[in-house]
């Protein structure tokens, strides 16, 4: 790594849910003249081997082991760039998606450290594509929600009576450990039971899964079905394979889901 006194940068990088195709060609170019890789836990081998010649920094949070603070991330690109390295901050899926990017950001901005943003492919794209379900469709849903399953202060809140009106749609990121408090929460706003829930675990990897699921029966569902994450949950819409074709744009009843089994 030749480092240069002052003349560092940070690229922000979206690495994409997994699969190392669905990389941009940008962020593949920005990793080929990277000096170091700053990279988050979910970030996988296949990308990283994009940067052969970049020394790797792991700076992964795991939810139960240790973890950097972001303090420290913070601080560890500035002290990088200062130092004239050219630094691609790796981020899973897209880095304005649940990555923390304002911190960094703020940051860089406060240290003087030039940074740009490259966009990757967040996680409930993958989910959709890999469950071949589209996230809007004309008479079933206008909009799409994006919620996390936990913050901050634990299991996140939402406006779960808009979740729960029929037809609404959302991609859940970080939801299987907080599937009951979904369910619970969802239901009590006046949700249909019987609600499909597609659970989609290692979108784009080799390992990837599709669950069907309905509301009702969630915690219950991801359980037998052993997902285990990272996992996103889509809420209002099955697996295209699951649902039956004739039932659209309503959603398919409990015993169809039922009969599909848990898994595709
Ligand atoms: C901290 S968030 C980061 C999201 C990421 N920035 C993105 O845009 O996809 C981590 C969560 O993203 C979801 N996730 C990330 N990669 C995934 C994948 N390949 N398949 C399914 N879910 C994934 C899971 O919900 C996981 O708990």
Known sequence: MAEREG????????AGPGAAD?????????????????????????????????????VGKTPDGPSWRQADIDALLVSLARAGARV????????????????????????????EICPGVTAALAAAAS?????????RNSSLRVLTGRDVD?????????????GATAAIYMGVGAADFLRTRLLRAGADPSTPVTAVDNASRPNERT????????PDA?????????????????????????????????AALRAAGDFL
């Open 7 to 14: 003349a560092g940068r940070v690229d922000i990088v979206g």
């Open 88 to 115: 691609v901050r790796l981020k899973s899926g897209d880095p304005g998606v649940y990555g923390r990017l304002d911190e960094e950001m703020d940051a860089l901005d406060a240290a003087g450290v030039p940074f």
């Open 131 to 139: 469950a071949r379900v589209s996230l809007t469709r004309r008479g």
């Open 222 to 254: 991801l359980r037998r079905a052993g997902v285990s994450g990272p996992s996103i949950l889509l809420l209002g819409l099955s697996p295209r394979d699951a649902a039956p074709r004739a039932a659209e744009p309503s959603a398919p009843t409990l």
């Open 154 to 166: 634990g299991f996140a809140e939402h406006d779960w009576r808009a979740l729960a009106a029929p």
């Open 211 to 218: 669950a069907a699921a309905v509301l009702g029966e969630l």
């Open 22 to 58: 669905l990389l941009t060609v940008r962020a593949r170019d920005l990793l080929a003249a990277a000096e170091v890789v700053v990279h988050d836990r979910l970030v996988s081998d296949a990308v990283l081997a994009f940067a052969p010649g970049a020394r790797r920094i792991d």
